[in-house]
């Protein structure tokens, strides 16, 4: 990734509020810090859970340990 395009992202993020910028002086040197905002945790939270589901998604029924609703539900539609 070029540095272009890392700081149309960063910037991007944080007008939608996702990432914060701060400022810390060393120095005569600005230097801008970037962390997740509360708002970008709970988007984040929420992205990992998906990720979670589609890779369990891509795990065999037979494969599974048979309590999730995932697999549950896939058999239950199989056998109607």
Known sequence: MDDNALTRSLHRLTRSGLVRADSKHIGSRSIKTYGLSDKGREHLVIYEAMVAVYAHLQVPPDECDGT??????????RAA
Do not use: K, L
Request: proline share 10%; glycine share 0%; with cysteine.
């Open 68 to 77: 999730c609703p995932v697999h549950n539900q896939q058999a239950a539609h």
